[in-house]
């Protein structure tokens, strides 16, 4: 099998030694160079026509008619399957482990108890968060208590007061009139000045018998305060399942000391599932989220169906590609988290021909295309892109809706040649 290989590997080197250092003379040669021919012999009569000698001359290929037809497109990438959702459920407190671990594997439950810690002496603080809770209560009730007191205090010097202003008001009456003595109005101005200051002394126990209640009330907020803490510490005693999924590791060992921030397991949801992926700018105007795709497992060969449930917006910076998600549903769970999948995305139609890829060839530049020919059976280059492959060729777009394609005999030619073409009728 080596021997046969060198062998082709000589063949091929000699053709591509001939079309690229001797073309002309390679050329010459296929086209039938007029200085070889055989002069006409006498007895011939007249020499061959120009055409009979333009026609020999010429270089015979074999082309196919295709017409264009509307086929689904798909847009083809490569990415992996991913869990909805993964997450390390971690301890908030310290304290040791109680329960029995859950081994890895296990399904469980949204909410199901996963780590329960030893509750040391959070009851106690507890327990005296709530006493103090029960004092500030005592203290309020208290404080509203003084403020009537406060008030009724205010009423009673507000009385003096008026008493006092009607004794003064008689004393000045009977000086003026010569009926009572000047120290008689001094002793009531005295009496009216006093009751003054006894009513503002009541206003000002008034406003501390309220400054007591707000006092009161602070002191209920900051035990509640307390108390809630000390019951938020209680229930991070237990650490619950945040959604049902599968245990990717063994829940913290009985005994362990769990520190905050300290793992005690790892959680994924894997139905459904996500396949994950990146288009190319080129082809991200093509993707469109809720559009048909499906998926085929490199190892196994599964095939899978789902949509499209998003497409970035933002390209990443290193690569200009556009992540896109598609959920696939997994009830029995058989596809795993990071299994590499082949992705196709159902894209809008396009009109394509089926030719053979044996018919596809490069021009000087390197550009991928077909050599055609034009009604005259002249040569043209035309640039193609390939949409996918199929079992009876590929579906090549960027040609007219019509054309005649050189499927045999195309890397014998060049654009602008004319050739001799020989039909073939198309593959159904």
Known sequence: MRIFSV???????????????????????????AGTEQPASENDGAAATPMAATAKSLIRVVAQHSVARDIDSAVVLRGQTQAQRQVEVKAETSSTVLSEPLQKGSFVEA???????????????????????SEARAGKAEAQ???????????EAQARLD??????????????GGFAAETRVKSADATVASARAGLESAHAGVQAAKSGLQSADAGIEAAQAGVAAAQKEIERLEIHAPFAGLLESDTAELGSLMQPGALCATVIQLDPIKLVAFVPETEVGRVHVGALAGGRL????????????????????????????????NPDLRLRDGQTVEILIAADGAPAHLLPLSALTLNDEGTLGLRTLTPDSVVEFQPVKLLRDAPEGA????????????VVGQEYVTAGVKVDATFRETAK
């Open 395 to 406: 579906w090549l777009t960027g040609l007219p809706d019509t054309v005649d394609v050189i």
């Open 7 to 33: 062998l082709a590997a000589m063949v091929v080197a000699v053709i591509v030694l001939a079309f690229t250092l001797e073309r002309e003379t390679t050329m010459a040669y296929l086209q039938g160079d």
């Open 163 to 176: 008493e006092a202003l009607i004794n003064q008001n008689a004393a000045t009456k009977l000086s003026e």
């Open 145 to 155: 208590s003084r403020v009537p007191e406060a008030q009724s205090r205010v009423a």
């Open 111 to 133: 909410g199901q108890l996963l780590c329960k810690l030893s509750p040391g002496t959070r009851g106690a603080a507890l327990a005296e968060a709530q006493a103090r809770q």
């Open 298 to 329: 490199a190892a196994g060969g599964a095939d899978v169906q789902g949509r499209v449930t998003f497409l970035s917006r933002a390209a990443d910076p290193t690569t200009r590609t556009f992540r896109v998600e598609i959920e696939i549903p």
